[in-house]
């Protein structure tokens, strides 16, 4: 089965290709904030980084990406899901929007839970990320601790507590 025809990532429970795609691909604009969050969220899966960025507001110094860093996390991760919170304003007639959402993900066997809050604008007709802050979330590790003693897992020759256990 095709990306496209696959149910989409952003937890809408419809198909990628009536979903997020067209958004993501530029076929259409994104009608609303949440709309745009969850097609960010796809981006993030699909590791469509351009998307990303071209989804910020850039005007007044705002969202210095780091392209690599950001196709690192992309690429990176095992993306498990989207929840959106709360959304307030953000609607096709409003100019201003918030969502509230967590990211689930495991990056280098750590299972983790981006929250934030994030803050969307309406220029010349196109949502866009403007800024957002974080809230903090406990990290869950996912398989065995390693313990002090033993070989790192990076490869050294050294034990952990020497090397990347510091």
């Not at 990306?3 to 958004?23: Q, W």
């Not at 866009?128 to 979330?137: A, D, E, F, R």
């Not at 002090?148 to 050294?156: A, H, L």
Request: proline residues 2%; charged residues 30%; contains cysteine.
């Amino acid at each position: 089965m095709s990306n496209s025809n696959k149910i989409c990532s952003c937890g809408s429970g419809k198909s990628y290709a009536d979903c997020c795609e067209p958004i993501i691909k530029g076929t259409r604009l994104a009608s609303t904030a949440e709309e745009l969050m969850r097609a960010r969220y796809s981006a993030y899966e699909h590791h469509e980084v351009d998307f990303i960025i071209n989804s910020c507001d850039h005007s007044e110094g705002l969202n210095e990406i780091d392209r690599e860093a950001t196709r690192s996390w992309s690429e990176e991760s095992t993306w498990h899901g989207l929840k959106i919170l709360r959304v307030e304003k953000g609607s096709a007639n409003d100019t201003t929007g918030v969502v509230e959402f967590q990211a689930t993900y495991t990056r280098k066997g750590l299972r983790d839970v981006h929250h934030e809050i994030g803050n969307f604008t309406k220029i010349d007709g196109q949502w866009k990320y403007s800024t957002g802050h974080l809230k903090t979330v406990t990290v869950v590790r996912e398989g065995r601790k390693i313990g002090r003693n033993e070989p790192c897992p990076c490869g050294s020759g050294k034990k952990y507590k020497a090397c990347c256990g510091r």
